[in-house]
């Protein structure tokens, strides 16, 4: 079987997720499709298809025009939260699962029943005919369009996820919801629990791919001149951490470097993802930005992180949900900062929000001041965690967020093909 694959071009974990996907289908020709920080993290990791078409940089009417040409050969396609390509696939009359990790996050100005009836009268005869047709729908809104359409939908358990897919359900229509655990590559995180011998580094930091809507490594980027002007400082107030990994989007293609400061070194770089998993495994400490695919793979990995602080509104949203467990307790938010500081309830405008607060506090020396002091107050209780507590905070989530396991779903949608399969 031939599947087309492609992911929402929106930081590192959709594209991750969609590497777990992959991995799991061997014996199918996979290929991936996409551009940008996706694309990105794909050709980083090409040993998990079988092809792979980067259509960064093309015109628009040439990067459509590779997208139809392989949907039309594909036997089955599969989007991790990129709309457009279920649309598309719709369109071309291909078989397509839709897979999200943040299916309870979406936000909807208009009720289910009002996108589900968009979806129905959705023209069928060309991309651009049902473009037109949902042009009125927010992005949140067309992801879950996306759902209603697909012929399989797969879902990222969540809090919140059970109440969105009984409202989903309730319309009467559309595909089955499967509720799934951890989207996570298996197979990888076996081969590390064998392997994983003494740690490199005495402490972890991940910031995932970074790039998404708003963000990008040189607009927008206050987060991450923050995150250079902290480093530094992190290897002075703490001299347990000699040897630091800095890992994520901003440090591939080039843009590796070392930081050096109190005879302690950070190394900046982009790993592989079976690379960063054995960096999980082994290192003791780690400090993530609160996306759910690493979450996920640290807790399949038995490690307990300590949340670093929000880069979008998406990571607003995920400590929320996690309030209540030692790692949504324990995680830094910038609100430890700047108490007061306005966030709008909006991806876009939440988002944007983040960006100011970063750079307010990255030029402004007292505020800088109680950032770092806060931090280190939360990297002083993180340490202080016993085994066993760092143990039940694991376990605590794994039971929040278990679910159906991924590869049952995925066997169980590709052995029923859909009557459309190879017209």
Known sequence: MRIVMGAQNCGFG????????????RGHDRVFVGDGVAAVFARHNADAFDG??????????????????????????????????????????????????LFGFWQLARPPAGIHELCATMPRSCFAAADRHLAGLSPHERIVA???????????????????????AALGTGPRIHR??????????????????????????????FKNFLLDFDVNNDYLLLLDRWIPDL?????????????????????????????????????????????????PDYLLAPGLTALHESIALGRLPLA????????????????GTLFGRGGGRFTDVVPRHPLPEDDFAGTAA????????????????????????????????????????????????????????????LGKPSPEAGT
């Open 308 to 323: 670093i602080h929000e880069q979008h509104y998406a990571h607003v949203f995920t400590m929320r949900a996690l309030d």
């Open 354 to 413: 983040l960006v100011r607060l970063a750079g307010r506090i990255r030029e402004d020396e007292a505020l800088y001041a109680r950032y770092r002091r806060t931090f280190n107050e939360r990297i002083e209780h993180y340490v202080s965690l016993t085994p066993p507590q760092r143990q039940h905070g694991v376990e605590e989530l794994g039971t929040l967020l278990d679910g159906e396991p991924l590869h049952s779903v995925m066997a169980e949608i």
């Open 235 to 283: 290897l002075r107030d703490w001299p347990r951490f000699r040897r630091v990994l800095v890992c994520g989007g901003p440090f591939g293609q080039g843009r590796e470097r070392t930081v050096s400061a109190a005879g302690g070194r950070a190394d900046c770089r982009l790993l592989r993802q079976r690379e960063l998993l054995q960096a999980v495994a082994g290192t």
């Open 14 to 25: 959709p594209v991750a997720e969609l590497v777990a996907v992959s991995r799991q289908l």
């Open 180 to 209: 799934t655990g951890s989207i996570v590559d298996v197979e990888g995180l076996r081969d590390v629990a064998r392997t994983t011998a003494g740690p490199e580094h005495d402490l972890l930091i991940n910031v995932g791919g």
């Open 52 to 101: 792979v078409y980067d259509t960064g940089g093309m015109p628009e009417k040439d990067r459509a025009a590779v997208i139809d040409v392989l949907l039309r050969g594909s036997d089955h396609v599969v989007s991790v939260m990129d709309a457009e390509l279920v649309f598309r696939s719709v369109v071309a009359r291909r078989p397509v699962t839709m897979v999200d990790s």
């Open 146 to 168: 996306a759902h209603l359409t697909a012929t399989h939908s797969v879902v990222q358990n969540f809090p919140g996820v059970s109440e969105r897919a009984a409202e989903i």
